[in-house]
């Protein structure tokens, strides 16, 4: 999964999740239907039932989603049947996998309308437009403010204090192969600590205790002392590598609402994780394709995101929900890669991490 899974908690709060199933006017996408604009996405893709239906009143066409599991299925499977896609959009591609579905010709080029409006440090693909920016998120490891108060200990801020014996057997993070924000937190201590370095810092981790699992669902919602699940599920881990969005969702779906957010973000510790939108190479629909790209780039769309999918919009002037200013802000100084240095390096990445944490 992308993480941002927290929309699966608030069904009946006026959100949907669209599927294959009952979308008037739809067939297969073999069928070439010009009345249905199918989207092809990962399970965490969200969006208020008001702003969908706005857009199919406005456009005059049908909207379909097929959810493919997580982002890095989902493009692989996108990849693999891109001759003769699902749909017509693809959202959810982030910029950790965005080589992959580039070099293998996923997308065909379309300059968005509004993409004027979104700032050029977001457009990873200015030169050719094969896909438009959506929204960024920074994967950060989050704390249980009530462990670290309870035993008088301040939370780390770094990835550093990460490896620190205070923080021995505390932390649980996400397999870099099979998840995400797995992926995402590898890419930041390559980033922090350069090609060679990463190793002996990923070495440090593991023998201060660091526990792996397969996804962020595992992590965050079980393993997590800090999370609403995780406190059912007995987690007793109190750092968890997931969002820095992840505190807003603790407080808005928390009956009745604390007053503050129950968690917290480890600041040195994130990467900025930035999602696409494309036109699939093949679609059957690209006119309507066209038309949903151009309103994932609406205020409307943008402002409706946040509570919707956990993430932070890209256009200029999009209002965010207090509740992300006050709880989730976004880091002000995260890690990046560039695009071609993910490329160039993250399948052998994977490779030698896995062998050192796994092994």
Known sequence: MTGRQFAALAVGLGMVTLTACGSSGSTSAGGGDSTTVTLVSHDSWAASKSVIAAFEKQSGYKVKVLEDGDAGQAVNKAILTKDNPQGDVFFGVDNTLLSRALDNGLFQPYQAKGLGQVDARFQLDADKHRVTPIDYGDICVNYDKKYFADHKLTPPTSFDDLTQPAYKNLLVTENASTSSPGLGFLLGTAAKYGDKGWQEYWTKLKANGVKVVDGWEQAYDQEFSGSAGGRKAGGDRPLVV??????????????????????????????????????????????????????????????????????????????????????????????????????????????????????
């Open 242 to 359: 997931s969002y820095a969005s992840s505190p807003p969702a603790e407080v808005v779906y928390a009956k009745p609402r604390p007053k503050t957010a129950p968690t917290g973000v480890a600041s040195g510790t994130c990467f900025r994780q930035i999602e696409f939108a494309g036109l699939l190479g093949h679609a059957h629909n690209p006119k309507g394709a066209k038309a949903f790209i151009d309103f994932l780039l609406t205020r409307q769309f943008q402002e409706d995101m946040p509570f919707n999918m956990y993430v932070y919009p890209v256009v200029q002037g999009a209002k965010v929900p207090a509740e992300f200013t006050e709880y989730g802000p976004a880091a002000t100084s995260p890690e990046i890669m560039a695009p071609a240095k993910i490329a160039a390096n993250r399948d052998p990445w994977v490779k030698s991490w896995t062998s050192l944490v796994l092994k």
